[in-house]
């Protein structure tokens, strides 16, 4: 089984190449230490790629759209048929992330992994489970066999534009309702109360807010999922988008790839990919922290801090777009300073 096989393949980082990244940071004419998180990443992708000098050149994020059956709770201001017609705008290049992305870098690889339509767009790759979830308030979104094929998915979809050369990676997503469905995994996988982790998603009133809370904690009592078990969580919560964007997480673990968490929708991805394989955290960086309240708390689960608190709420991978160029100016310090050797100036050493 492909998901196995690539769990099996998470090691952790290469700690020979951490060192002698951070051998050539110290030699940089610069105050020890003093780039900060800039210095982190850098030794992070050393560890990662196993090269004490990595390429990430070739960016591309990987946006996972699918449908959710939640919809018809009344649980988003907009109406379902907006997947369709976003993940179509996506192939357009107007949509948020195709902006951010192009001025980023990065290509976008979009995956209709679950959309209620039949998309004939050129440039959505039809990878649809189903068109949809099925309404988790009334029982499990999907079969824990589906779950796994859509966390193949994303695999396949990482191993895929590794053979074509793609180096670091960005999560996005589109789907109405996915930040319930997101909530409600959070929910359980953190022990949190629904209330610390549902958000406003799209735009809801006061009164939609509160809804959309009762619909969460309705649909995590029906399913009873086990919180020790991060696919049947997923299976009977989730989406077909988070589940695609578990497999991107773990593929790009297994093939020794940076891999960008966007916002919360894609966090609970993470989690979920972490819970099954903890080592895949360490392939991980997360863009942003997201203004849906449920954002921190599932961070703070994995054990990662954002680079950027922008408030942005977005999603699609526009907070990953943004980060790349923080990724970029790490490496443009990092490969284009001068050393103390070519400033002639004595190296500083660490106070005793």
Known sequence: MLLEETLEKITGLDEKAQKAAQTRLDSLTKPLGSLGRLED?????????????PCIDRKTIV????????????????????????????????TGVCVLGKNAGADIHIVDIGVDAELGR???VNRKIRRGTWNIAKGPAMTREEAVRAIETGI????GLVQEGVQLFGTGEMGIGNTTTSSAVAAVITGKPAEEVVGRGSGLTDAGLSHKTEVIKKSIEVNKP??????????????????GLTGCFLGAAALRKPIFIDGFISSVAALIAYRLKPEAREYMIASHGSAEPGSRAVLDAIGL???????MRLGEGTGAAVAFHIIDAAFAAYNRMGTFDDALIEQYKPLE
């Open 41 to 53: 990443l850098v030794r992070q992708v050393a560890g990662i790629t196993g090269q004490v000098r």
């Open 63 to 94: 946006i996972m759209c699918a449908d959710n059956g939640v919809v018809e709770e009344g649980v988003s201001s907009c109406p379902k048929s907006v997947t369709a017609s976003v993940t179509e705008n996506l192939t357009r290049g107007i």
């Open 122 to 124: 050129k440039g959505i």
């Open 156 to 159: 396949e979809a990482v191993t």
């Open 226 to 243: 086990d919180r020790n078990d991060p696919i049947d969580v997923l299976a009977k919560l989730g989406g077909f988008d988070i589940a």
């Open 305 to 311: 801090e954002p680079l950027l608190m922008l408030g």
